[in-house]
């Protein structure tokens, strides 16, 4: 696991340079992963809106803040995503937040396509779910991980599931709209609360 992360960490990508790649293949009519589509595409294009909009709205609830200042150790934030993710355009932009609230937080980004084996490793109910954030402590080891979404969330779209089979627009609408009243409340709790 540890050679299969430190791998995944040599082709990591900052938060700003994740940005760039992402908004540079959209320029293109491309998105990022290996499967190329207009859906995704669109998607991209959407979380691109929606990324500006959290990058510029997103305030860190105070408690959490404090308990991010208060971090003994140097941790890495490996975050597995994409740029076609609706969830990733949620909870990235919250997940910058908080590592900008600690100088003991690196934030790294991968693409999951890129790297399979790391993401082989952190399956959810057996799929490729992203986003992932993996917690690590000084020497790479993992402490904690967390994602695909939060629970509200993800509760969410099991009911929806459950009710109509399949997860159609409508679901997708709901699950956006699930976000926007969140605030990403519930992304800082979660994390924090599984952070040592």
Known sequence: MKSIIQSALQNSHSYT?????????????????????????????????????????????????????????????????EGWCGDAAQILPIIKLMSEASEKIELKIVLRDENDALMNQFLTNGSKSIPKLLILDEAFNLINHWGPRPEGAKNLIIEYKANRGIVDEAGKMALQKWYLDDKGISTMKEIVAILQ
């Not at 293949?25 to 595409?41: C, H, M, P, R, V």
């Not at 997103?58 to 150790?73: C, P």
């Open 17 to 81: 340079e994740y940005r760039n790649i992402v908004s540079k293949l959209i320029s293109e009519g491309k998105s990022t992963g290996k499967e190329q589509s207009a859906d995704l595409l669109h998607y991209s294009e959407l979380n691109e809106v929606r990324m500006k909009r959290l990058e510029k709205t997103q305030k860190l609830d105070g408690e959490v803040e404090k308990m991010l200042q208060n971090l003994k150790s140097k941790q890495t934030w490996l975050v597995i995503s």
